[in-house]
């Protein structure tokens, strides 16, 4: 198992959110309500099945919850 990269990251993120029942946010869950998410992937992250990166970019995020409100211009 490595520890360096990208397994790191997702070693960190589960210590981080992980031991915390998935209730604790992460930054990674934020959405920036700049209309660059899906609306489905943005009511997901309210559940903490999908957040948004400051890219805009939706990527799974399993064990986290949003830390504000999602939003979507489309809606």
Request: with cysteine; charged share 25%.
């Amino acid at each position: 198992m490595k520890f360096l990269g990208v397994p790191a990251i997702l070693l960190l993120l589960l210590i981080v959110c992980g031991g915390h029942g998935g209730v604790k946010a992460c930054e990674e869950t934020i959405d920036l309500g700049n209309g660059q998410c899906y609306l489905a992937a943005c009511r997901s992250a309210c559940k903490g099945k999908r957040g948004v990166r400051a890219d805009g970019r939706c990527k799974f995020v399993d064990t986290c919850v949003c830390k504000y409100p999602c939003i979507n211009k489309l809606e």
